[in-house]
């Protein structure tokens, strides 16, 4: 159980283009999910804290009007890159929690790459 | 603030040979600490997790860690490495409730395997 999907995986997009990514909690209930950016060779970095329902909060330095999400559902959160730029390009993992308190299940991340 | 060292970027050992990566977190309460492993392009793996209770932890793949709070560390272990286990690994704090229970990472330890 706790699986967590994303898609695509991967995704090659023109700079100046949006695009989306979809992360879905397949078998269980997400009352909160989370965003991650992580760069080649280096650490996840959160980006932002969804609540079903309502407005994601962003960590410091993260733009919310450049990454936004959406958390529809108890099983899909989506996070639309907009207007991207060769910069974003990055691997982005979300992740998804059942109750505060409880761990985190991870998606298997997607590849953006912005030309 | 919270946060996690982990102070070998990159480690060696040969196949067959035992492990121990370190790390060491700063939190104000009682932490919960995670390691996930990372393999190239994929998603994070829980290898193991402390809540409360035995400072000994046993985790999936042979993986064990110990918590010293005296020491502010949750150090990961295997006594006996195959080349799978090659992959970046990760350890993670967070706290039980509300914001504090967003994960902070450490800036992880590549794990190379000699065969």
């Known amino acids: 159980g706790a699986v967590v999907s994303q898609h695509p995986s991967w995704v090659i997009c023109k700079s100046g283009t949006s695009v989306k990514i979809e992360c879905r909690s397949l078998?269980?209930?997400?009352?909160?999910m989370f965003w991650y950016r992580q760069f080649p060779k280096q650490s996840l970095m959160l980006m932002a804290t969804?609540?079903?329902?309502?407005?994601?909060?962003?960590e410091q330095g993260v733009e919310k009007d450049k990454f936004l999400i959406n958390h529809a559902s108890l099983t899909l959160s989506t996070l639309t890159v907009t207007s991207a730029h060769p910069e974003d390009s990055s691997f982005y993992i979300c992740?998804?929690?059942?109750?505060?308190?409880?761990?985190?299940?991870f998606g298997p991340g997607t590849r953006l790459t912005v030309t | 603030a919270q946060s996690v060292t982990q102070p070998d970027i990159h480690i060696t050992v040969s196949e067959g040979a035992s492990l121990e990566l370190r790390c060491n977190y700063s939190?104000?309460?009682?932490?919960?600490l995670f390691w996930y492993v990372q393999s190239p392009g994929q998603g994070l793996q829980l290898l193991l997790k402390?809540?409360?209770?035995?400072?000994l932890v046993q985790g999936i793949k042979g993986f064990e860690a110990e918590f010293k709070r005296s020491q502010s560390s949750f150090n990961l272990r295997k006594p006996s490495v195959h080349w799978s286990d090659a992959a970046e690994y990760f350890c993670a704090v967070s706290g039980n409730t509300g914001t504090a229970s967003k994960l902070t990472f450490g800036t992880g330890t590549r794990l190379q395997v000699t065969l």
């Open positions: 078998d269980f209930q997400a009352t909160t």
């Open positions: 402390y809540f409360s209770g035995d400072t």
């Open positions: 939190y104000g309460a009682t932490p919960y």
């Open positions: 969804s609540n079903e329902g309502s407005k994601a909060t962003y």
């Open positions: 992740s998804a929690q059942r109750d505060r308190g409880y761990e985190q299940y």
